[in-house]
C-alpha cells in the first residue's frame, strides 16, 4: 500500500450466494478526495459500497484503509474507524423522530459531542427545524439530509454515499452535492460517490471510476467530466 492512499483496494471479489458480482475491483483514494463510481444498473456499485463498508465479506482481493487491512473487520469496527456510509435509498428509521435517527449515527460511531449535533443542524437547517418530527413525516431529499447527516455525527474521515439524488427533487440534489463539497473544502473529508445524475456528479466528483460488470473499466480524469456527454455515454456502457 501507498501511504499516498487514504484507501485502495486490489483485485476485491465479492458477490452473493456464491455468484460472483464483484470480479477483481482496483481502486484507489487520496485523502481528501472525491471520486464518483458510475455505470449502468445491476453492474455492482452498490455491491462495491456494501463490501467497502463491511456487509458484504470480501471473497478475493484486499481492501486496505489508512494502512490497515480492513478484510476480516466487521462493518461496525469499519464505522469507528471512519468510515461512514449513506445506503441506496436512505434508510432512515420512519417512527423516529430526526433527533433519534441522528442518535442513531452516534451510536454506530461510538461516541458523538453535542457540537456536533449542532453543526449537523447547521449544514441541514431544516433538519434543525423538524427535529420532533418523525423521520417518515420528511420528503424524499430531507430524509436523504438525514441520512447525510446521521453518518456526519460520527464525524467520520471518508463517507461511502451511494445515489444520493436517486428519487429527490433537483433542487436538492443540487443543495446536497454543494454542502457536500463545502464539507470536503473545509474539513478534507474524502467522499466516494455512486452516482447517475450527470448534474450531482459534475458539481461532486473530481474524478470517476467506471463500472461494468463488476470491474473498473476506465478512469475519467477531471477534464473528462467538463463534457457532459462522456459522462453520459459512459453511464450507459
Ligand atoms: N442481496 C442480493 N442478493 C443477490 N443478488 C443481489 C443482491 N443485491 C444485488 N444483487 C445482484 O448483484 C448485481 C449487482 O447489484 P448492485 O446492487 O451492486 O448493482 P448497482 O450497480 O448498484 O445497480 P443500481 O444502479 O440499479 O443501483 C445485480 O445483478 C443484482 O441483481
Ligand atoms: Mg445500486
Known amino acids: 500500500m ?33 471520486v464518483a463510481v458510475i455505470g ?35 462493518a461496525h469496527k469499519r464505522a469507528r474507524l471512519g468510515i461512514g456510509y449513506v445506503p441506496q435509498g436512505r434508510d432512515v428509521f420512519p417512527r423516529m423522530t430526526v433527533e433519534e435517527n441522528l442518535a442513531v449515527g452516534e451510536s454506530i460511531s461510538g461516541g458523538a459531542s453535542r457540537e456536533i449535533y449542532d453543526e449537523v443542524y447547521s449544514y441541514f437547517p431544516i433538519l434543525a427545524e423538524r427535529r ?7 420528503s424524499g431529499g430531507q430524509q436523504q439530509q438525514l441520512a447525510i447527516g446521521r453518518v456526519l455525527i460520527g464525524r467520520p474521515s471518508l463517507i461511502l ?14 443543495d446536497i452535492a454543494k454542502l457536500v463539497v463545502e464539507l470536503n473544502r473545509k474539513t478534507g473529508i474524502s467522499v466516494v460517490l455512486v452516482e447517475q445524475n450527470i448534474d450531482m456528479i459534475r458539481a461532486m466528483a473530481q474524478r470517476c471510476y467506471v463500472m461494468d460488470k463488476g470491474r473498473i473499466t476506465t478512469r475519467l ?17
Request: glycine fraction near 12%; hydrophobic fraction near 35%; proline fraction near 6%.
Open 132 to 138: 420532533h418530527q418523525r423521520a417518515g413525516t420528511l
Open 221 to 237: 480524469a477531471a477534464d473528462a467530466l467538463e463534457d457532459r456527454e462522456t459522462i453520459r455515454r459512459h453511464l450507459a456502457v
Open 40 to 74: 449502468r444498473n445491476g453492474v455492482g456499485k452498490s455491491t462495491l459500497m456494501k463490501s467497502l463498508i463491511g456487509l458484504l465479506p470480501i471473497d478475493r482481493g484486499t481492501f486496505e484503509f489508512r494502512g490497515q487491512s480492513l478484510d476480516k473487520v466487521p
Open 161 to 174: 454515499l451511494d445515489e444520493p439524488s436517486e428519487g429527490i427533487q433537483p433542487s436538492i440534489v443540487i
Open 2 to 34: 501507498h501511504s499516498e492512499y487514504l484507501f485502495e483496494t486490489r483485485g476485491l471479489w465479492a458477490g452473493y450466494g456464491g455468484k460472483p458480482v464483484l470480479q477483481g475491483v482496483d481502486m484507489q483514494l487520496r485523502p481528501g478526495e472525491i
